[in-house]
């Protein structure tokens, strides 16, 4: 049978592979030509459906071309609304409907290659990746199309951090590219490139180059290269310039909202939560889950949208649908008799599913009590048992002497405080003299090789703090003594206190090694995070690296 064909999938410029544009055409298939009515108003739900019924119909009158060209474009929607494993099936089962041989399925040979590979790249199998992409080259129609699939194999050689290759292949399109006629492309080529190199060899300078594309798809309005470009920049000056780095993040994730990515927009939220300070890198965080929930979830309703559809569609076929337009009036009305049966099984079938949602959720309240307790009755051992142990065995090694009743009296105190665990005395009440408790246990620290200067400790001070503060006070002040003894192989601690503008400013430092260029924050320092945040205080690490640890502290005093 001979064919006349009225469409030939033509793929522009994919930007990282984002964007593919398919020609609308005419044929005798309503189904067909309305499946491209609504791909061009972009309801690609409603242009999957009537593509999924033209399939059907093109199988009826053994039309293989359009079968798998409609199929082809089944795979690009699956695609774009993320359901990869759906759209990778959907290729694979339209290349059997294409003939290799006739040079006008080129084009569509091409998208479908091309689409498998975007969407095997997405899944992380970059090695199958590539051979897609390689197919794809072999029904290319243009040196842009050539470009672009040459682009994509250097981003899969990329993630599998084979730069080499990687830069290869960006180096040949770069001999072959026009800057004049193809400026998008080129500033693509230019940024990649300068970014991979920089991958490679992080002493490599890139700014010049990656600016240099930016500001081309600046003026191109290219929002999707801008997009690019950004999450670039701000990867290399994350370790160069973390004021500039988190400068490019905040673009990008303006950028990604405008071309409205929701994968791109959850990598610049990832860069915002890591480079931002800890106040706008939790509202970062919250904001990441929230998208990436939503995400999930849209992702998960395409997927089974589009299984169920072609469920109903491969059991009905078009006979079904025929039948069914002759025989709607009749359909109609016996939806309106059975409309009461309808709703009171629909209303059944809720219930069932809130009685069964409520259990869940009950059961995962009582989940999350349960490990809410045991994290509780664990930080409360830490804080209050082996510190306390920890203290008294410090004494004893700092001690000249060791008072035998003192120290029982100490470890009584502790074997009190655990009983007092069970009946949710936590860490009891601040001593009425927290001077001398400050100072007692600072000097339970002391000794030949390290010794503790406190500034500031007087009672005036200490009247002025709620009793419930102190208590904290003296939790953080145990811990940060004991990651001093452990860790620091300081000789010196120096400990501040004093009220400033109604804030308890407190100043730890010592003359230890510091805590390194990364701070990685164990229990103990993590606790004493969690505890100054629940008395809405503050901390800060100052960068000293190499000359001991400095740590700032301050709390709100209540008035009255």
Not at 7 to 15: A, E, G, K, P, Q
Not at 248 to 257: D, F, N, T, V
Not at 262 to 276: I, R, S, T, W
Not at 372 to 386: F, N, Q, R
């Amino acid at each position: 049978m001979k064919l006349k064909f009225y469409l030939l999938i033509i793929l522009f410029s994919l930007v990282s592979c984002k964007k593919q544009i398919i020609e609308p055409a005419k044929s005798e298939n309503k189904f067909y030509d309305k499946a491209y009515d609504f791909l061009s108003t972009s309801e690609k739900d409603s242009a999957f459906i009537y593509f999924n019924v033209a399939k059907n119909a093109f199988t009826q009158t053994g039309d293989s071309a359009r079968i798998g060209n409609s199929m082809v474009n089944m795979a690009i929607i699956q695609a774009e609304k993320g359901d990869y494993y759906g759209s990778q099936e959907m290729s694979l089962s339209a290349i059997k409907y294409l003939n290799k041989k006739e040079e006008k399925l080129h084009p569509i040979l091409y998208s479908n290659y091309n689409n498998l590979g975007i969407v095997t790249k997405n899944l992380g199998d970059y090695n199958k990746a590539i051979s897609f992409f390689e197919q794809a080259i072999a029904f290319a129609t243009s040196q842009s199309e050539i470009n672009t699939c040459l682009n994509n194999k250097a981003n899969c050689f990329k993630y599998l951090k084979n730069y080499d290759a990687s830069i290869n292949i960006l180096e040949d399109i770069f001999k072959n590219i026009d800057p004049v006629k193809d400026q998008k492309g080129f500033a693509r080529v230019v940024d990649n490139l300068a970014y991979i190199k920089f991958l490679q060899n992080p002493a490599y300078k890139a700014e010049m180059k990656m600016y240099g594309a930016l500001k081309t798809r600046e003026n191109e309005k290219d929002l999707w290269g801008q997009n690019a470009s950004q999450s670039h920049l701000s990867d290399y000056f994350a370790k160069k310039d973390v004021a500039k780095s988190l400068f490019h993040a905040h673009q990008m994730y303006e950028i990604s909202k405008k071309i409205e990515s929701p994968d791109d927009q959850l990598e610049a939220l990832q860069k915002l939560v890591d480079l931002e300070n800890p106040i706008n890198s939790k509202k970062y965080y919250k904001i990441y889950v929230n998208l990436e929930d939503s995400l999930t979830n849209i992702r998960n309703k395409a997927k089974n949208q589009f299984a169920l559809i072609r469920y109903e569609s491969e059991k009905n076929r078009v006979d079904f649908l025929k039948a069914e337009a002759q025989n709607i009036e009749n359909r109609y009305q016996i939806l309106q008799r059975n409309i009461a049966l309808g709703a009171a099984f629909l209303a059944l079938i809720f219930a069932i599913f809130w009685t069964q949602k409520r259990k869940e959720h009950l059961k995962q309240e009582k989940d999350f009590e349960v490990k809410s307790t045991a994290l509780k009755y664990s930080k409360k051992v830490h804080d209050v048992v082996s510190n306390g142990i920890y203290q008294v065995m410090s004494e004893i090694e700092n001690s000249a002497e060791i008072d035998k009743n003192r120290l029982l009296d100490k470890l009584e105190i502790v074997y009190e405080k655990s009983r007092d665990i069970s009946y949710e005395n936590l860490t009891g009440n601040a001593d009425a003299d927290f001077k001398l408790q400050v100072g007692t246990l600072t000097k339970s620290f002391s000794s030949d090789i390290l010794q503790t200067i406190i500034i500031g400790n007087d009672e005036a001070l200490w009247s002025e703090i709620q009793p419930t503060l102190k208590t904290e006070i003296a939790l953080i002040l145990q811990e940060l003594l004991i990651n001093t003894k452990k860790h620091s192989q300081a000789n010196k601690i120096i400990l501040k206190f004093e009220i400033v503008k109604n804030s308890l400013k407190m100043v730890y430092s010592d003359d230890g090694i510091g805590f390194g260029n990364t701070m990685e924050k164990k229990n103990g320092l993590q606790n004493v995070e969690t505890r100054i945040f629940s008395q809405k205080g503050n901390l800060t690490f100052d960068d000293t690296t190499g000359k001991g640890a400095h740590i700032l502290i301050s709390f709100p005093l209540k008035n009255g």
